[in-house]
């Protein structure tokens, strides 16, 4: 650690406000991650929906302690800093995002039984749900196969309490493990988390490492039963880039049904379209923009609001700056 400060304060010398657009911070960066960073990056590359402007720069973290150094790093130039993971609930807006962008991907996936108690499950922010579910299922563990079909990783499952009618990943989680935006690591259990429709609470600038869940024995092929039916359940539209759905659900109804009842499925802005297949879905026809996409969700919220007097809430999250067309 005391080598990763120091090779960082020398770049930067005095703790006044910098950019990661200046070359003293690239330097320091570059030297720290070396390949695993990235500068300019489109995060079209990094969201299923294939929108986004460049992030200044895209870190892939190999440990914890990188992760502690970096954020002691930006917090004394005070770089601003998010988390995404496999972009499948995000929005990048067309001008990108300023600071840096952790990527939990390679430094912080896998998953595996308690040693003290078989039935609990530690699965790591950066794995990747559809394959916890699966692994899960070959292990003969049951509570989470409703999450199948989920795409993402588990860290963006849990921000969001991910999940449908029939459960949702809150329901099984026993603590979540995450790092505070000054470095320090807390392990918190169930009775201190606040999950809700999809949102989970966390303390501003913490990154998720990892959550432990409690799952119940089960035969793998009853598992892989309901796994097949639940994936019979869902009406997804093929072939085109979403994020999933768009809106949550307002309270006793759902977003598709009241989209749908409005006229507006097939509906078009540029590249943007609100599926036929699913009208609580937006997907990208073709070179749509984030600003396409954006213009497309105003124009649906504000006939919603029209017809039914609901405001619908987005479920899939926002990030960025507007360019400077918009």
Known sequence: MAGWRSLLKTATESDVRK??????VREALQKIFSDRVEFDVPMSRYTSLRVGGPADALVFPKDREEIVGLLQFLSDHRIP?????????????????????????????????DSSDPSLVIANAGESLPRLVH????????????????????GGALMMNAGIRDGEIGDVVQS???????????????????????HFEIPK?????????????????????????????????KGFPSAGCIFKNPPNDFAGRLIDQAGLKGVRIRGA????????YIVNVGSATA?????LIDLIRERIREEH??????????????????
Do not use: T
């Open 176 to 198: 979540v493990e995450w790092m505070e935006s000054n470095g320090e690591i807390r392990d918190v259990s169930k009775e201190s988390l606040r999950f809700e429709y999809r």
């Open 19 to 24: 950019s990661v657009k200046e070359p003293e």
């Open 273 to 280: 379209q609100v599926s036929d297949v699913h009208a609580n």
């Open 135 to 154: 692994w899960a299922s070959d292990q003969g563990l049951s509570g989470i196969e409703s999450l199948i079909g989920i795409p993402g990783m588990v």
């Open 81 to 113: 800093y998010g988390v995404v993971g496999k972009g499948s609930n995000l929005i990048v807006r067309d001008g990108g995002i300023r600071g840096v962008v952790l990527d939990l991907s390679e430094g912080f996936s896998g998953m595996e039984r």
């Open 309 to 326: 007097g609901i405001s619908l809430e987005l479920e899939v999250k926002v990030m960025g700056e507007a360019s400077g067309k918009d």
């Open 291 to 295: 600003r396409d996409i954006l213009s």
């Open 205 to 237: 600038g913490a990154i998720l490492l990892s959550a432990k869940l409690r799952l119940k024995k089960g035969d793998p092929i009853e598992i892989q039963e309901r796994m097949k039916k639940c994936l019979e359940k869902r009406h997804e539209p």
